[in-house]
């Protein structure tokens, strides 16, 4: 046999049993779990123990599936919930396999598993949510609200009572969905609203109505504002006629009691002598003529005057 040839052979067999050797082993990670198929069957039971593993070259196939676990993501809804209001929903959920081979007969993969939650899940939520009020969709809980002003006391009851609750809500579609998978291989591990929103048109609505409520409010405010403001603003009037009227009052009564004094110090003064009398007399003239007259006054004064006498002697 030529040389060539025979190494050109030996190449070939080296490299059929290297590519034997490898397709006759396989690695599971820690992250995997394995089905094996033969012509499309599956053969014996799922590996989900990491290491390195034998199989049967070009007659079986090694089918990797996900441990950890993975996302499920819905997609926005519009719901009508029990009290005929429209809201968006949207949702996400976590969920695992835990029976490769069974998930392998029945969905195939995971894409095939992705489309059976969209079905399950998105039902669900249609169902709880449409039998329920909003208001169980939001809260948790009957706690009460709290409220820093008096004046939004009222705020409290238009807050309705629940009888469920929005976590409540999640793990009951979160269990029917399980229930639904039971013999599909998978599991749901967690279920959550991501968001829930009114539509545009009820949105609008409910904006309104809280815009005109807090306008409410603010007109109370004010009302309430303007009412203690005139009730001061009357109190201050009030206290100032008041102590206006009690100035005047004590002032006349001083004037009254200085007058009264003056007159008694003149009469004393006056009753006392002649020479007295005429002293007191001639000074009450002279002060008479002194707001009375200046250089440029005329002054006519009959001789029987008093005036005229003090003048006349002087």
């Known amino acids: 046999m030529n040389p060539r040839l025979k190494y050109t052979l030996l ?4 490299g059929i049993l290297l590519i034997a050797g ?3 082993s396989y690695l599971v990670q820690e ?6 198929t033969q012509f499309g069957r599956p ?3 799922a590996i989900t123990e990491p290491g390195f593993y034998l199989r049967i070259p070009f007659m079986q196939k090694v089918n990797y599936f996900e441990k950890r676990f993975m996302e499920w993501d819905g997609d ?3 719901v009508p919930t029990k009290d005929k209001k429209y809201i968006f929903v949207d949702t996400y959920a976590r969920w695992q396999i835990t029976d490769p081979l069974l998930f392998y007969k029945r969905l195939t993969n995971e894409r095939g598993a992705q489309s059976r939650l969209d079905d399950i899940l998105d039902g669900e939520t249609r169902n709880i949510v449409a039998n329920h009020n909003i208001e169980e969709l939001v809260r948790n809980s009957n706690r009460a609200v709290a409220v820093m002003d008096s004046a939004l006391m009222n705020e409290r009851d238009s807050l309705m009572p629940i009888s469920v609750g929005r976590d409540k809500l999640q793990h009951m579609i979160m269990e029917s969905a399980n229930k639904q998978m039971a013999d599909l291989g998978i599991v749901v591990l967690d279920f959550r609203f991501k968001r829930i929103s009114y539509v545009d048109e009820v949105q609008a609505q409910v ?3 809280m815009k005109s409520e807090r306008i409410r409010i603010a007109e109370k405010f004010r009302s309430e504002g303007s009412g203690e403001a005139s009730k001061i603003n009357g109190e201050k009037e009030r206290d100032l006629k008041k102590i206006q009227s009690e100035a005047f009052r004590d002032a006349e009564e001083i004037k009254g009691r200085a007058d009264a004094e003056a007159a008694n110090i003149y009469a004393a003064a006056y009753n ?3 020479a007295s009398r005429e002293l007191y007399g001639f000074l009450k003239s002279l002060e008479t003529l002194e707001l009375t ?4 006054s005329t002054v006519v004064i009959s001789t029987d005057s008093e005036l005229y006498q003090y003048l006349k002697g002087y």
């Not at 190449?11 to 080296?14: E, F």
């Not at 992250?31 to 094996?36: A, L, P, S, Y």
């Not at 007259?293 to 440029?296: A, D, H, P, T």
């Open 272 to 274: 006392q002598t002649a």
């Open 293 to 296: 007259l200046n250089e440029k």
């Open 31 to 36: 992250k995997d779990q394995v089905i094996i």
């Open 76 to 78: 926005p809804n519009q």
């Open 22 to 24: 490898v397709q006759s």
């Open 43 to 45: 053969v014996g039971d």
């Open 11 to 14: 190449l070939i067999g080296l």
């Open 207 to 209: 904006f309104e109505r």
